[in-house]
Nanobody
Framework: QVQLVESGGALVQPGSSLRLSCATS????????IGWFRQAPGKEREAVSC????????RYVDSVKGRFTISKDGAKKMVYLQMNSLKPEDTAVYSC?????????????????????????WGQGTQVTVSA
C-alpha cells in the first residue's frame, strides 16, 4: 500500500528557509516519480516541483525556480522540498504525491506533471505559513 506522510511545515517569517519531508512506504522510490503540490486557502491545488525516478531530473513552476529544491534519499525512503527565501505567497498546505513509473522515460512528463490527475497517491499535507 502506497503511503506518503509529510512533515516540516511551520510558521516562518518572509525570507526564511524551511525543509519539508515526505516519508514514503509501501513502494520503491526507484520506480516512482514524486511531485510536490500546494494549495492556498480559496485556491486550487497547484504543482510546485517534480522529481523523476528514471534520471533524477527535476521540474519546478516558475514561481519557485531558484528558491525551492526537490531531492530524495532512497535509502531512507524520504523525499524533501527545500524552500529558501520564502514569501507570503508561498503560504499553503503542501502535499507530496507519487506516480508509478516503471519505464525508462522521464517521469515528470513536461505536458502532464503539473496536473493533479497525473499522480495516483497523495499525502495529507503539511501547513506552511509565511508571515511577518
Amino acid at each position: 500500500q502506497v503511503q506518503l506522510v509529510e512533515s516540516g511545515g511551520a510558521l516562518v517569517q518572509p525570507g526564511s528557509s524551511l525543509r519539508l519531508s515526505c516519508a514514503t512506504s509501501g513502494f520503491n522510490l526507484d520506480y516512482y516519480t514524486i511531485g510536490w503540490f500546494r494549495q492556498a486557502p480559496g485556491k486550487e491545488r497547484e504543482a510546485v516541483s517534480c522529481l523523476s525516478n528514471t534520471d533524477n531530473s527535476t521540474r519546478y513552476v516558475d514561481s519557485v525556480k531558484g528558491r525551492f529544491t526537490i531531492s530524495k534519499d532512497g535509502a531512507k525512503k524520504m523525499v524533501y522540498l527545500q524552500m529558501n527565501s520564502l514569501k507570503p505567497e508561498d503560504t499553503a498546505v503542501y502535499s507530496c504525491a507519487a506516480k508509478a513509473n516503471p519505464f525508462t522515460v522521464e517521469g515528470c512528463s513536461p505536458n502532464y506533471w503539473t496536473r493533479t490527475w497525473f499522480f495516483t497517491s497523495w499525502g495529507q499535507g503539511t501547513q506552511v505559513t509565511v508571515s511577518a
